[in-house]
């Protein structure tokens, strides 16, 4: 078995985000990136990351995720109601993950969109100076496209930062 997060269920539209893929206007190129820059910020920072590193952005009902390593990681944003092998974790603080574990978010209940960061950002090709999907234009992120059921993710190198943890 890789080193890796596997996605059991996508949610609903479920995507890799950073801040946005800047200087390319002029070519029809939209900024795009994380819908809520404050609350990726935040689960970057709760985990030790540059405030730019790759995040999943979840929109109104979050994904299946299982996880095939340990893995420190933060939500921030709506209130999606995260689980970790059913047992409600909370948000916006950092939380460790066995591997073998299930991470499973609910529809939100406050807010629309979640932010998923994991120690090190998801480890997505840079396209055009940024990891952010662009699904109308079919790249950049994980495969250019909203996340499907059995896709595989892989965490990048974490920072020194994580290592307290």
């Known amino acids: 078995m890789t080193m890796s997060i596997e996605v059991l269920s996508p949610g609903l539209y479920t995507t890799v985000q950073d801040l ?7 070519h029809g190129v939209i900024v795009g990136g994380a819908m809520d820059t404050l609350a990726m910020r935040m689960a970057n920072m709760l ?5 730019n590193a790759a995040v999943l952005e ?9 996880f095939h390593q340990d893995a420190l990681l933060a939500v921030c944003g709506a209130d999606m109601q995260p689980a970790i092998d059913g047992v409600r974790i909370h948000s916006n603080r950092p939380v460790w ?4 574990s299930t991470l499973k978010f609910a529809h939100a209940k406050k807010g629309c969109r979640a932010y998923l960061a994991i120690a090190g950002g998801w480890e997505v090709p840079l396209v055009m100076g940024s990891r952010s999907t662009n699904v109308r ?17 892989e965490p990048g190198k974490p920072s020194e930062l994580a290592l307290f943890f």
Do not use: C, H, I, S
């Open 20 to 26: 946005g893929r800047y200087g390319y206007q002029r």
């Open 137 to 153: 234009a079919g790249f950049g992120g994980a495969w250019g496209r909203t996340l499907r059921e059995k896709d595989r993710l």
């Open 97 to 100: 993950v066995k591997k073998g």
């Open 58 to 66: 979840l929109t109104v009902k979050g994904p299946v995720l299982l």
């Open 47 to 51: 985990v030790g990351n540059e405030p």
